[in-house]
């Protein structure tokens, strides 16, 4: 970390001091056997950073020693604060992960390599306008919520310890932890640490305003003092002429919202100080309603400004009854009314319900709030399930239910529903880089495109530039975005490709009659149009090519002759084969009855879903759809045909262990593609492999066969054909 430095050790003396404070505060509320685990880890962590120093000089244990003490303050479990003893070992000494899972468990490890993720995740992103996308993408990485309750103590005291760093980086960190931290120590709802960021981190970015408007607040304190007396006595007189026990506080707000309100509100210092503010804290839930009522009758409330935040909590478990007043000449006071667990709830929000667990902390009675309900559901939880899984699973579930956070290259954040896959991450980047993906990296590995993404992962998507979707995306693309641009492409792809088709077959069929499309001109084609009640040239290709209309007869009614000769030119026809070229798109394909490919003799058959599908000349479903001759079609193959097709062998060969390795390396040494391959027995003697692969024509599968057979344990190779 930067904050390490070499130079002469200072006394560590304040050490063995807040050492001993600690053991002081852990006595309170956890066991003796805890309380040494903590030590335990203290020592080791001593031992770890022995040698190393912060930049104030002080040996740089001292560091994860007041995190500990910070979390302990909030009567953290025994984990958290091992965690946070540890919390710099695994970045900052040659310790990892596992010495630390031997030494302290399973948790403890996790939590620390949690800590350490999330600090890294901070150093690599430079993602500031993202900062509410960072927030829940470190709470949705952490899978123990106490990770994050160490990294905010780990920030505190940094944040407490920022002056001896340069004003630049001082600077630097105070931003991150006003865009980052402050608000998720809010959401959380430890509002004391949320205060204590935004009064340093505003401090230390604006030393100059800072310091203005807290010596306003020094004199208004001065002149406000007789005022908030008066109130406080008024009210706390009514309260005990009633018979009600409870602590009224006055309340001040703290210097950054101070300055919040001024900037946004664009109000003036004298209008925000305007207010007086208190606390009133009770025994019980029933108390905070008859208070209310008790001070409605001490000053007139204005309507409006009542709200019932115990009936229904804010989301992260803040409950309150919140009233304003109108006072002697007309100054509005402001109240809250809460119990003391609201009180500590407030304060410390999720971290408070460490506190409820133990034993000693105060009792949890006569809540029945939904609020109170989740932090019990979630303890309960912890309980049953005997380790934090489940219990940190909710957690985030509460928090955010359903997305996953991921970086592109750039270092941008996106987000996106749980369940999300690259395909989803590349339509999400651009239209255009969903249409053309190919493949992607995740963290810098290749990955598939159908892996599940997770928070955290950084994601590069490989594109090409003839690359298109793939109909097979539909089973793991999620987002709307990505699902309807696939949908949209297939849908326009399959008219293209069928327009094209329709063209080359009524081209092709007009040339056996001696003519062609270039050579009829626009003329004709438009009466037949109209003739035929087609909008356009595209609807009727498209028709073709689906089988609905028979090219040869078109071709004969578009050149005027009457459908008598179509018989006797079907020969001429078939002198006119289309040349398939490989590229064809969707509207052509292959049957997975014969597996046709370059240099068998084929034909064509036009199916009325799947375009043309062409088969082998010899294959025996084929001579079935010859029956309906208007669908036929005579192929041929182009000269420039591109492409792999599939081609289905079966091997007969020898039982053998392991034969079955042995034929597939030799058939991958020769580049070629496996696609599927099964075997089953024939006798104890033979087995058959069945084999499906992509080969460029019949002279590569010859030479594929030879080198098949020239294994000894191969017995025969039959390419199979219906
Ligand atoms: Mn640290």
């Not at 993720?117 to 960072?134: D, G, P, W």
């Not at 089988?547 to 001429?572: H, S």
Request: net charge neutral; aromatic share 6%.
């Amino acid at each position: 970390m930067q904050t390490i430095r070499s130079s002469k050790p200072l006394e560590a003396a304040n050490t063995l001091d807040s050492l001993e404070t600690l053991n002081t505060t852990l006595q309170a509320y956890l066991s003796a056997d805890q309380s040494n685990l903590v030590k335990r880890a203290y020592y080791f962590a001593e031992q770890a950073h022995h040698g190393q120093f912060r930049r104030s000089g002080e040996p740089y244990v001292t560091h994860p020693l007041a995190v500990a003490c910070i979390l302990a303050d909030m009567h953290m479990d025994h984990q958290s604060l091992m965690a946070a003893m540890l919390h710099d070992v695994i970045e900052d000494t040659g310790i990892d992960k596992t010495a630390i899972d031997g030494q302290f468990g399973h948790t403890v490890a996790d939590l620390v390599d949690g800590v350490s993720k999330l600090t890294q995740i901070e150093f690599s992103s430079h993602a500031e306008k993202q900062a509410e996308n960072f927030q829940k993408m470190a709470l949705a990485m952490a899978k123990d919520i106490r990770v994050i309750l160490v990294k905010l103590a780990d920030r505190l005291h940094n944040m407490r310890t920022l002056g001896v760093l340069q004003p630049e980086k001082r600077r630097r960190i105070a931003k991150e932890t006003l865009e980052m931290y402050a608000p998720i120590a809010l959401r959380l709802g430890m509002n004391n640490v949320r205060i204590e960021f935004e009064n340093l981190g505003f401090g230390a970015m604006h030393p100059m305003r800072a310091e203005r408007i807290s010596t306003a607040l020094r004199n208004a304190r001065g002149n406000r003092k007789e005022l908030v007396e008066k109130i406080g006595q008024q009210i706390e007189t009514c309260l005990l002429q009633e018979g009600h026990v409870a602590e009224v506080v006055g309340r001040e707000k703290h210097l950054y919202s101070i300055y919040q309100k001024m900037k946004s509100k664009r109000k003036s210092f004298s209008e925000i100080m305007d207010i007086y503010a208190f606390r009133i804290i009770v025994d019980s839930v029933d108390s905070c309603y008859r208070v209310l009522g008790c001070i409605h009758s001490l000053y007139k409330p204005i309507p409006g400004e009542f709200k019932d935040y115990i009936a229904i909590p804010k989301a992260n478990g803040y409950q309150s009854l919140h009233t304003v007043m109108m006072g002697m000449h007309g100054v509005p006071i402001e109240i809250q009314i809460r119990t003391r667990e609201m009180e500590e709830m407030a304060n410390n929000g999720i971290a408070a319900h460490w506190l409820y667990k133990s034993s000693d902390g105060p009792s949890i009675n006569g809540s029945h709030t939904r609020a109170r309900q989740w932090v019990q559901g979630l303890l309960e939880m912890q309980q049953r399930a005997g380790n934090s899984m489940e219990f940190i699973e909710s957690v985030k579930i509460d928090l955010f239910p359903d997305e996953v956070y991921v970086f592109t290259p750039k270092g941008n954040i996106l987000e996106l529903p749980r369940g999300a896959t690259a395909v989803d991450f590349a339509y999400s980047v651009h239209t255009d880089v969903g249409n053309s993906c190919v493949a992607c990296r995740i963290n810098r590995r290749l990955a598939p495109l159908s892996e599940l993404l997770q928070s955290g992962q950084t994601v590069e998507i490989l594109t090409a530039p003839g690359a298109r979707p793939n109909p097979s995306w539909f089973n793991y693309a999620v987002t709307a975005k990505a699902r309807t641009n696939i949908r949209h492409f297939l849908k326009h792809q399959r008219r293209e490709d069928s327009v094209a088709l329709g063209r080359r077959l009524l081209d092709k069929a007009l040339s056996a009659l001696d003519s062609g499309l270039e050579q009829l001109g626009k003329a004709p084609i438009q009466a037949y149009l109209d003739q035929t009640d087609y909008d356009n040239l595209d609807l009727l290709l498209e028709d073709i090519a689906l089988g609905n209309r028979v090219a040869l007869i078109t071709a004969q009614q578009m050149l005027g002759d009457d459908g008598e000769t179509a018989v006797g030119n079907k020969g001429a026809f078939k002198a006119h084969p289309v040349a398939i070229r490989g590229t064809e798109g969707f509207m052509v394909s292959y049957a997975k009855c014969c597996y046709p490919i370059p240099g068998d003799a084929v034909a064509g058959y036009i199916s009325s879903e799947r375009g043309m599908v062409v088969h082998r000349e010899g294959c025996n479903n084929l001579a079935e759809l010859r029956e309906n001759t208007d669908r036929l079609v005579p192929l041929r193959w182009d000269e420039q045909v591109e492409g792999e097709f599939s081609v289905a062998l079966r091997i007969e060969l020898e039982n053998r262990r392991g034969i079955i390795a042995v034929l597939a390396t030799r058939i991958n040494s020769m580049d070629v593609n496996i696609e599927k391959i099964s075997s089953e027995d024939k006798d104890y003697q033979y087995s058959y492999v069945h084999l499906e692969m992509a080969v460029k024509n019949r002279v590569h599968l010859a030479s594929i066969m030879k080198r098949i057979r020239s294994l000894k344990q191969v017995h025969r190779v039959n390419r199979i054909r219906h």
